[in-house]
């Protein structure tokens, strides 16, 4: 499975609080992407990375922010987390490069839930 | 905006009948097309990209530029394919982005 990890696999917290989820990979991949899964949605982008501290935003992207500040890790943070932040998150990697250079591959997923 | 449109929520067919699941993209180039499965609660697997022409667990997928389409298509359905199918496209720019469309839902009935 690609060498792509999460923690935690679930995640119940309040609102408002803070929250962070990790993204651990093994292939050294230069780009990674946070995704969330809602039903009747599918995958939309929150943020992305295109190496060491160079990251932008996605789709998605308010009310989150991201860090990475080594090539195996990509952090999610939740500011204040909020109900409608209640969803599957997914991590993706891809080489992008040469042929075929938009495959990516993910991760198990993260499922959290904001009461 | 590029948009990929998968116009099924829930396609259900019985074991051994045709499944097509449709996509619709709207890159106005060459885009990257890939196909992506997700068993229950798992994570997303690649199945198939335009790019290899390949055909994985008897699914095979043709675009046509014509009609912007690069259905997913599989003669003879098993009930092991029950699962979320997304199609995906290369937004075109250099940073690999994918846009994915909803996902529509196989079940497979025996």
């Known amino acids: 499975d690609a060498g792509i990890t999460q923690s935690p696999r679930h995640k119940v917290t309040e609102t408002g609080t803070p929250v962070t989820l990790r993204c651990h990979q093994t292939?050294?991949?230069?780009?990674m992407y946070w995704y969330r899964q809602d039903p009747g949605h599918g995958l939309r982008l929150i943020h992305y990375?295109?190496?060491?501290?160079?990251?932008d935003k996605g789709e998605v992207s308010d009310g989150y922010s991201v860090s990475r500040s080594k090539t195996e890790d990509f952090l999610l943070t939740l500011e204040s987390a909020t109900s409608s932040q209640t969803s599957v998150y997914f991590c993706?990697?891809?080489?992008?490069?040469?042929?075929?250079?938009?495959?990516?591959?993910f991760g198990p997923g993260t499922r959290l839930l904001v009461l | 905006a590029q948009r990929v449109t998968q116009p099924e929520k829930l396609l259900s067919v019985f074991k051994g009948a045709p499944v097509e699941l449709k996509c619709n993209y709207s890159?106005?180039?060459?885009?990257?097309l890939f196909w992506y499965v997700q068993y229950s609660r798992q994570r997303l697997q690649l199945l198939l990209r335009?790019?290899s022409r390949e055909s994985i667990k008897g699914f095979t997928a043709d675009l046509n530029k014509g009609e912007t389409s690069f259905h997913l298509k599989k003669p003879f359905a098993q009930e092991e394919d029950s699962a979320m199918y997304y199609c995906?496209?290369?937004?075109?720019?250099?940073?690999?982005?994918?846009?994915f469309g909803k996902g529509t839902k196989l079940s497979v009935k025996p």
């Open positions: 993706a990697i891809s080489e992008s490069e040469g042929i075929g250079r938009e495959t990516q591959y």
């Open positions: 292939e050294n991949h230069r780009y």
């Open positions: 990375s295109y190496g060491v501290k160079d990251t």
């Open positions: 890159y106005s180039g060459s885009p990257e």
């Open positions: 335009h790019i």
């Open positions: 995906a496209q290369g937004d075109g720019g250099s940073q690999g982005n994918l846009i």
